[in-house]
């Protein structure tokens, strides 16, 4: 260890401070925080401070006269599309995933802090009949979508899933699919990486010692994605696997459609190198970033930055003007991600998160603030559609692909409950397309009330109908339960020879037969 050529380092940029406590501490700890320290470009990271925190200090010019809506040319529908032309876009989704064209990239850095649990989010169960998880969900959507693209081609294409966790969340995620044998995906189609790591600053631009022998650090957020990319190697992964086609979506979703066949055909057949799905805001205060242009550049617009007269502008046909709720599901062709990389990503803002951080005081002493006393910076995922040159956007009915998983039952939205439930109602309508029917105990349809949707538009359920669910003369108590496993059926196809013609009760849960190997738990009622 060269302690004078460190001292010599942190003094050239402000921080001779980190080694306040180096005569206290033995050599195990030496050693750590040598390590911890030297870890750290301090170029970068300092520049990045200063970068950030001017930025903050500008006088930012009030955004609603410098906001475009995105153009109605490059704003697909999923609602407004043709049945001919969804198929079209699907096969085409189809053919590339059958080539091994396609790949998945899930952002799942995050905890299940506010969910109550001291593990990745990705390993939560959300209460269904089957107990999966959120990582099982996805593994056999990744699956089924596999086996629906060889049926289409006749061609077996694998689906590589590149999972980017933080620092605390790699390990666990590593260890529970190894434990469930992968949920029948092959091992080396798993690529687990892991998102960089920035010191925290004081306000004044000092980075924080969490204690006497460790600097605080934290996540670079889902934006630290694109350095990542490069430094653990992922983009020549994805180059040397031929993955032409990349769709980046958030672990908390419970409805998100993996590589969605629809939206990677609809990006193709429209030249685009960057895409955002995204689903029409319920109303003009809704806490979502919205899509959008500014300054002639796309980017994402916090609700918080837009004024309510403009969050109120609507079109002829009554729809908001800017309407596009950002739900962070993005395709990107890897040449664009390349570009990002290569030119692009040292330019790239950071955005500041006020902070209450524990620190190492003057006494040696660890102080946990009673409010914010530092800054995390971090980097967000869609930073980078500013430099797409064909953008595109896909709009999809929430009910459909958007059920948020954040917080734990009793908030108000966005709970393990709400999401449970949009995916009973989801299945449900599954069945019942597919000519199938749910039946009260007494063989009397259930007819669900209105309004149907327990979505009531802000991620909360609405409790008045919702809770009941009536025939002519019975109430259902409680919710309906519906379950289809994704190993049956991706998104409502192949039921028919299944459930047409046929009553069930709930608690209903199709499963495949395959599924024993992988899930120990069963259901009680409904079982395929």
Excluded at 176 to 196: S, T
Aim: hydrophobic residues 35%; aromatic residues 10%; negative net charge.
């Amino acid at each position: 260890m060269d302690i004078s050529m460190l001292k010599q380092s942190l003094a050239q940029y402000g921080q001779e401070h980190l080694l306040a406590f180096w005569e206290t501490l033995d050599d195990h700890d030496k050693r750590e925080l040598y390590k911890d320290i030297t870890e750290i470009n301090m170029r970068d990271v300092t520049t990045f401070f200063k970068r950030t925190t001017d930025s903050l200090n500008e006088d930012q010019e009030k955004l609603d006269d410098r906001l475009q809506p995105v153009p109605s040319e490059i704003y697909g529908s999923a609602a407004q599309t043709s049945k001919e032309k969804l198929k079209i876009y699907q096969n085409e989704g189809l053919r590339q995933i059958a080539e091994g064209k396609v790949g998945v990239l899930l952002l799942a850095g995050g905890q299940g802090t506010r969910l109550g649990v001291p593990y990745p989010k990705g390993m939560y169960d959300v209460g269904l009949p089957s107990h999966k998880t959120l990582y099982q969900l996805q593994a056999e959507r990744i699956r089924k979508l596999e086996e629906l693209a060889f049926d289409h081609t006749g061609v077996h294409g694998s689906i590589p899933w590149y999972i980017m966790t933080s620092e605390h969340t790699k390990e666990p995620t590593l260890d529970f699919f190894a434990r469930h044998n992968y949920f029948g995906l092959k091992k080396e189609n798993l690529i687990v990486f892991e998102q960089g790591m920035l010191p925290c600053f004081t306000f004044d631009g000092k980075i924080i010692l969490e204690n006497k022998n460790k600097v605080a650090k934290a996540p670079d957020g889902n934006g630290g994605l694109y350095r990542a990319l490069n430094e653990k190697n992922i983009l020549e992964n994805l180059q040397r696997r031929n993955v032409k086609y990349l769709h980046v979506y958030c672990v908390d979703n419970i409805l998100v459609k993996l590589a969605d066949p629809v939206f990677i055909g609809y990006c193709i057949s429209k030249g685009a190198d960057c895409g955002a799905k995204v689903v029409e805001k319920s109303f003009p205060t809704e806490a979502v970033g919205v899509v959008c242009k500014v300054d002639g550049k796309y980017q994402v617009v916090e609700y918080s930055e837009i004024t309510l007269k403009t969050a109120q502008k609507r079109n002829p046909d009554s729809r908001l003007t800017f309407s596009a709720g950002n739900i962070c599901n993005h395709f990107f062709t890897t040449e664009f991600l390349q570009n990002i990389v290569n030119e692009q990503e040292f330019s790239l803002k950071h955005h500041v998160a006020r902070k209450k951080i524990p620190y190492v005081d003057s006494n040696g002493d660890i102080i946990k603030p009673e409010k914010p006393n530092g800054i995390k910076m971090e980097k967000f995922v869609f930073d980078v559609f500013q430099f797409s040159n064909d953008f595109v956007v896909w709009e999809v009915p929430r009910e459909d692909e958007f059920s948020p998983l954040k917080n734990a039952d009793g908030a108000e939205k966005d709970t393990p409950t709400t999401a449970r439930h949009d995916l009973y109602s989801l299945h449900h309508r599954y069945l019942v397309a597919a000519g199938g029917e749910l039946v009260h105990d007494k063989h009397m349809p259930i007819i669900l009330s209105e309004p149907s949707p327990i979505h009531n538009g802000n991620g909360t359920i609405q409790e008045t109908n919702n809770n009941e669910i009536k025939n002519s003369n019975l109430k259902w108590k409680g919710p309906m339960i519906c379950e289809i496993s994704p190993l049956v059926s991706y998104a409502g196809e192949g039921l028919e020879d299944i459930v047409c013609r046929k009553k069930f009760q709930p608690p209903l849960c199709l499963r495949h037969p395959l599924e024993k190997s992988f899930n120990k738990n069963t259901c009680d009622k409904g079982e395929h």
